[in-house]
Nanobody
Framework: QVQLVESGGGLVQPGGSLTLACAAT????????MAWYRQAPGKQRELVAI???????NYADSTKGRFTISRDNARKTMYLQMNNLKPEDTAAYYC????????????????WGQGTQVTVSS
């Protein structure tokens, strides 16, 4: 089984920074795209940023210039550096990954972490 475990959430003041991490464990042959999503109370889950296996990235307009997504393929870990945080960034942040568990698996699976809470407040 594949597990994604997020860490690094917490309470931060407006203008502050946090770095989230997502570690993938279990039976993993290759991790393709990885992404961060977030969901605020009463709102739909939204894409924050996505990174391909080769490192290509894309960001939601609301996070461009403030957030940086990265990954370490050897460590099977993804990161989200969040700077200049705003109260509207408050949400549960979820890790998502497309994973092939073995070379013989025809269709990679889509996996989610349990989430980590980020609260931006003074």
């Amino acid at each position: 089984q594949v597990q994604l475990v997020e860490s690094g959430g917490g309470l931060v003041q407006p203008g502050g920074s946090l770095t989230l991490a997502c570690a993938a464990t279990g039976s993993i042959f290759r991790i393709y795209a990885m992404a961060w999503y977030r969901q605020a109370p009463g709102k739909q889950r939204e894409l924050v940023a996505i990174i391909a296996f080769d490192g290509a990235t894309n960001y939601a307009d609301s996070t461009k210039g403030r957030f940086t997504i990265s990954r370490d393929n050897a460590r099977k870990t993804m990161y989200l550096q969040m700077n200049n945080l705003k109260p509207e960034d408050t949400a549960a942040y979820y890790c998502n990954a497309v994973v092939r568990r073995s070379s013989s698996e025809l269709n990679p699976g889509n996996y989610w972490g349990q989430g980590t809470q980020v609260t931006v407040s003074s």
